[in-house]
């Protein structure tokens, strides 16, 4: 059909994003709901530095992780933008 | 004081400077800052309109008396930012147009959606703006001497230059200015807390610290504290896990459906641009938000160390002579911020036991005493500087930091109250052929009577029973009403307008209903056995999200589907670039390029 260097079919894109979306909403969902509230009794009996884990986890570490997560996914979607020649 | 004015003054200056420079030319300048701000410089603004004077002022505190309890807040108050940056902002930007009641009432073809979300809009924005204006008379009446409601009529004066003059470009450029000073004003005293009682300068790290000279760390050693004082421990909770779960679920999906942030990424360039600002948003954010538990927790260590079975010093005695005198008996005397700060009435002593010394005491106290010592949730931020003594200079910019976070978010609320009547009921509902000119002096006008309302709830915010219930009322309702419907409206083609309107009116009445009973009708002594599941009336926002979900994808498989062209309209507005007009919403107004 098509030749290697013309853009894929546009319809994957979607799925592809949506993919994405899930992956990182799971990372979101377990470092705050998980790691914060729902294993923090499980995750106190380890530490960092002086603070039990789950309690660290609920009241700094989550937060680290949202901001890594937003620009990880800006900086998938420019990949998959470019990928598939969407120009925004 | 002296300082105080100075700060305060300067500070003001600036904002007025850059109101007469940032002016507003078209409605595009007026509502969304002509889609032309930078996404660093938008995440700086989003910071600063979404920290409150409560995030400021009082987080720091509430976190310090409910230890584990408060993490609700900084869970619940940066995780929406990725629901922004994932879920909304990207494709509202690609959507193009000025405000939330746009999106709904375009994609759903309907003005009746279009007339819910703006109730949800105003009523969402009225109260947390209510909040805003009596933040600002409290710091003006407590701290500059002057009276409460000419506190209030000072700060709606400068809103109204920057916001009436620049509209949404005034407020852009005035939050970024604000950013800078709140920050600032911030983390100083926090680093130097840290290293006086860690010797570690930066918060976060001093926050997992052992304490100086000390072989147990900072959070333990605290925990001992309180609960040797017969208060709760500091590194658990008495609420349950589910009502933890729902509370931060409430805040978070909250967060993202709140129209005052929604619409800061509408100012930017691009689709890639909004989600790249929601990053930077959580970045400028996240430095406050993790700063946060470490001085809450450094605060209440220290007022616990400084002040209990301390020996009270009168205020008008001679504060050095008589602590000389009481150190060379053996004695503790009690610390001169407390003298300063009971001026204020933001700390109170009682002595109920007579012997002269301040006890601080937990409700379940081993001793049997009483606890003779109030302290407001603001002193762990108010009284930072001194405590850490701080030069004066300091503490004055503390003020002024609590003026610009109130003043910013109050702006960013009031370019969504006067587009949600400028733009979204006169321009696109009652009065179609309105020209750019006229409705550009409608939304200045708008504007204009949205800050003299504002002002007069902040006068009244005692009497509105409301306004105390900000973070319930707010967060709850844009959780239930606003996110669902944008949500859909994004990633699910069929849920069309008769899904979105049941859907809204399914999550706006019975959380409204519900927080309405347990915070301020009959049911306000109830206790969780009688809430829903078990959940606060904080949390029920969330509750109420789902079933509003669920309502509206029921509603819209039983009864027909959205014409073609808004499904090609939901199509473009998942691929960047390649937005067209579709549907009667675009027909009446045309997306930006």
New interface residues.
């Given amino acids: 059909m098509a030749a290697n260097d013309e853009t894929p079919d546009r319809r994957a894109y979607w799925p592809e994003v949506i993919r994405l979306t899930l992956t990182l909403l799971a990372i979101w969902f377990a470092v705050s709901f998980g790691a914060g509230i729902l294993l923090r009794g499980f995750l106190d009996q380890f530490h960092i530095g002086g603070a039990p884990l789950g309690f660290w986890f609920a009241q700094n570490g989550s937060i680290y992780v949202f901001v890594i997560l937003i620009f990880y996914y800006c900086a998938a979607m420019n990949r998959l933008e470019k990928k598939y020649r969407i120009e925004g | 004081m002296d300082w105080t004015i100075f700060w305060v003054a300067a500070t003001f200056a600036t904002y007025f400077g850059i109101a007469i420079w940032a002016r507003a030319g078209s409605t595009n300048d007026f509502y969304v800052a002509g889609h032309g701000v930078h996404p660093v410089v938008n995440g700086m603004a989003t910071a600063a309109d979404w920290m409150s004077a409560a995030s400021f002022l009082s987080m720091a505190g509430l ?1 310090a008396g409910m230890g ?1 309890g ?2 609700v807040y ?2 619940g108050w ?2 929406g ?3 922004l ?3 909304l902002a ?1 494709f509202l930007r ?1 959507f193009g147009k000025f405000t939330v009641p746009d999106f709904v009432g375009d994609r759903y073809y309907s003005d009746t959606a279009r007339i819910v979300a703006v109730i949800c809009a105003l009523f969402v924005s009225f109260t947390y703006i209510a909040g805003q204006m009596s933040g600002v008379g409290i710091a003006f009446s407590r701290f500059l001497g002057v009276d409460f409601n000419t506190g209030i009529f000072a700060g709606m004066g400068i809103v109204f230059v920057y916001a009436v003059l620049g509209g949404m470009k005034g407020v852009t450029y005035t939050q970024v200015a604000q950013y800078v000073v709140l920050i600032f004003a911030y983390t100083v005293p926090a680093i130097f807390i840290s290293l006086m009682l860690t010797g570690n300068p930066v918060p ?2 001093g ?4 304490l100086k000279g000390e072989e ?5 050693k605290l925990d001992l504290t309180v609960q040797d004082l017969g208060f709760t421990s500091y ?1 658990s909770s008495t609420k349950s ?1 589910l009502d ?2 729902c509370i ?2 409430a805040l ?1 999906f909250g967060t993202a459906g709140l129209p005052h942030v929604i619409i800061r990424f509408f100012t930017v360039p ?3 641009d909004a ?2 600002s ?2 930077w948003a ?2 400028f954010i ?1 430095l406050l ?2 700063v946060a ?1 470490a001085v809450g927790a450094f605060s209440r260590l220290n007022v616990i160390s400084t002040v209990n079975e301390t020996t009270y010093v009168t205020p008008g005695e001679d504060y050095a002579a008589k602590a000389a005198a009481l150190e060379a008996a053996g004695e503790r005397a009690s610390p001169a911020w407390f003298e300063n700060w009971e001026i204020t009435t933001l700390v109170a002593f009682d002595d109920k036991n007579g012997d002269g010394k301040m006890q601080i005491r937990g409700p379940a106290a081993p001793d049997g005493l009483e606890n003779e010592v109030t302290i407001n949730n603001d002193i762990a931020v108010l009284a930072n500087p001194e405590i850490a003594k701080l030069p004066d200079w300091v503490i004055g910019l503390v003020v002024a930091g609590g003026l610009a976070a109130a003043l910013s978010t109050a702006a960013g609320l009031l370019m969504v109250i006067a587009s949600a009547i400028s733009h979204d009921l006169c321009r696109r509902t009652f009065f179609r052929s309105m020209s750019d000119k006229a409705e550009l002096r409608v939304a200045r006008l708008a504007a204009a009577g949205a800050v003299v309302a504002a002002g007069f709830m902040g006068i009244y915010s005692a009497q509105l029973a409301f306004v105390a219930q900000v973070v319930a009322f707010a967060f709850g309702l844009a959780a239930a009403s606003l996110f669902p419907v944008i949500l859909l409206g994004i990633f699910w083609k069929r849920m069309n307008r008769e899904g979105a309107i049941a859907a809204m009116l399914a999550g706006l009445i019975p959380t409204f209903a519900y927080i309405w009973h347990f915070k301020i009708g009959a049911g306000k002594a109830a206790g969780p056995d009688q809430w829903l599941f078990g959940v606060s009336p904080e949390g029920i926002g969330f509750v109420f999200m789902i079933s509003s979900i669920l309502i509206g994808v029921a509603v819209s498989l039983l009864t027909q589907p959205p014409p073609q062209d808004i499904q090609d309209l939901v199509e473009d507005l ?5 937005r067209r007009p579709h549907g009667p919403g675009d027909a009446a107004m045309p997306p930006a390029e």
């Fill in positions: 976190i584990y408060g993490s900084l869970m940066t995780g930012y990725v629901l940056a994932l879920l990207p690609e976060q790290l926050f997992l610290s052992n147990i760390s900072m959070l333990h590194l896990n933890i779960f931060t679920a978070m691009r689709a890639a989600r790249l929601a990053g959580l970045v996240a938000y993790t538990p998942r691929v960047p670039g390649t």
